[in-house]
Nanobody, 114 residues
């Protein structure tokens, strides 16, 4: 069973920063388009940022200029640097690998207090 493992979530005050990490098996990470999604209580899961292998990065309008997605191919790790956090960023954040099959991580909770 393929496992994507997220970490780095937590409780932070508005205006603060967090960095999320997602470690994937190398066989998946090397061939996949990677992305971060989030789901707030009572809402649908939504795209936060994606980093396709052969296209430019893509961000949701709500996070542009505040969040940065990056990947370390040597460590098979995807990152999401989140700055200037707002209470509306509160959600469970999921890592996704898109390829011949799609794989999701278990999610990491991010809570931003006002």
């Amino acid at each position: 069973q393929v496992q994507l493992v997220e970490s780095g979530g937590g409780l932070v005050q508005a205006g603060g920063s967090l960095r999320l990490s997602c470690v994937a098996p190398g066989s998946i990470f090397r061939v996949s388009n990677m992305g971060w999604y989030r789901q707030a209580p009572g809402k649908q899961r939504e795209l936060v940022a994606t980093m396709p292998k052969f296209r430019s990065t893509n961000y949701a309008d709500a996070v542009k200029g505040r969040f940065t997605i990056s990947r370390d191919n040597a460590k098979n790790t995807l990152y999401l640097q989140m700055n200037s956090l707002k209470p509306e960023d509160t959600a469970v954040y999921y890592c996704k690998a898109e390829g011949l099959s799609d794989y999701w991580g278990q999610g990491t909770q991010v809570t931003v207090s006002s």
